[in-house]
């Protein structure tokens, strides 16, 4: 992997990334760790998210041990009080005036689609816009699902190539995802200059377990295995069913289609460590919260499928003794990491 400006691991940083969900920060002091930088968030008195460097200046004290007073953070260890921009508005045993150099990094933060976005580059490029766009996200006609949060120990760029790969839900979700053409019906591959989609339609087939009950035509159907992966690490799975012979690359989208987009979210937080956050979005049965639950649930349980794999992944890949090899599968995965590299030697040379 490469390593960044300063000798520790690339990570691509002008971008937004998840940091929990919007209900997760209160006004409390939250330590989290984001592309291996330590971070305190809080909610100010008007509820505003707050992003500050987790280290005072002077003997490096986590912020996290201090306690908020109002809309600053006051450090644990001799007072040095930080506003929401990161300049120190009281030093307490300073009786002549504020260290000039007791200044934290504050990041900007953004509430959005029920997740609290952290950008993580340099905060004078932060656009609001740069947010991923939520076509029908408060349309009343579309359900979605509630949001999930899940640690992974494993290097974010193992979930992305996960999240490229059609194929293995035929062996690691079978009572889930998988079902009848996921192992072998050929894979399509189509690139943008941020992002790589993997897709293939299966006709005809059996839906499998966890959509056959939501859709409102019989048991066979026409399928799309819809894969994306935007840099640096938002994946959009979407999954289409509609009745046989109405489905296929080279037709218009039947007003008969069930549609429900995975919006997966995937923040590293070392080398070896990842963030993932999703919610599903579907084009029908909006209102049916007996429906929301199930498919919460069958998400959290097809993802820890994805968390024990993957996690084995990361173990095996990093203690391996013999050459490791790509199938032809990996295919969309190895794009999207050269686009990932791409980016990382951009923001490098603009740092030089």
Not at 86 to 109: L, W
Not at 123 to 134: E, Q, T
């Amino acid at each position: 992997m490469q390593k960044d400006l300063i000798g520790g691991p690339a990570f691509v940083r002008e971008s937004w990334y998840v940091a929990g969900r919007s209900g997760d920060f209160d006004q409390t002091l939250t330590a989290t760790t984001l592309l291996s930088e330590e971070i305190v968030i809080f909610r100010g008195e008007s509820g505003a998210p707050i992003a500050l460097e987790d280290a005072c200046p002077h003997r490096k004290l986590p912020l996290s041990r201090g306690q908020i007073q109002g809309d600053t953070v006051v450090c644990g260890y001799h007072g040095l009080t930080f506003d929401c921009t990161g300049s120190c508005v009281s030093a307490p045993t300073q009786e002549n005036a504020i260290p000039k150099r007791a200044v934290v990094r504050s990041y900007p933060v953004e509430d959005r689609y029920g997740f609290l976005w952290v950008w993580m580059g340099d905060a004078d490029k932060a656009d609001p816009a740069d947010i991923i766009d939520i076509p029908n996200f408060d349309n009343p006609s579309w359900g979605k699902t509630q949001c999930g949060a899940m640690a992974m120990a494993c290097n974010y760029l193992y979930i992305t190539d996960n999240l490229l790969d059609p194929s293995h839900v035929a062996w690691v979700h079978v009572t889930s995802f998988g079902g009848a053409g996921t192992d072998n019906r050929p894979l399509e591959l189509e690139e943008t200059d941020d992002a790589v989609v993997i897709y293939r339609w299966i006709a005809s087939e059996p839906a499998p377990p966890y959509y056959a009950a939501m859709l409102p035509f019989g048991d066979n159907c026409d399928r799309k295995q819809h894969y994306e992966c935007r840099v640096p690490s938002t994946a959009v799975n979407m999954s289409v069913y509609t009745p046989p012979g109405l489905g296929g690359a080279d037709k218009p989208l039947s007003d008969e289609a069930f549609v429900n987009i995975s919006y997966n979210f995937i923040t590293p937080v070392d080398e070896e460590n990842a963030l993932y956050f999703w919610f599903q979005h579907r084009n029908m049965h909006p209102d049916d919260t007996a429906l929301n639950q199930r498919m919460f649930e069958g998400a959290i349980m097809a993802f820890n499928e994805d968390k024990e794999i993957l996690e084995e992944v990361q173990r095996g890949m990093a203690k391996r003794k013999t050459p490791y090899l790509n199938l032809g599968l990996d295919a969309g995965a190895m794009r999207f990491r050269q686009k990932v590299d791409r980016r990382l030697i951009a923001e490098a040379d603009t740092q030089s």
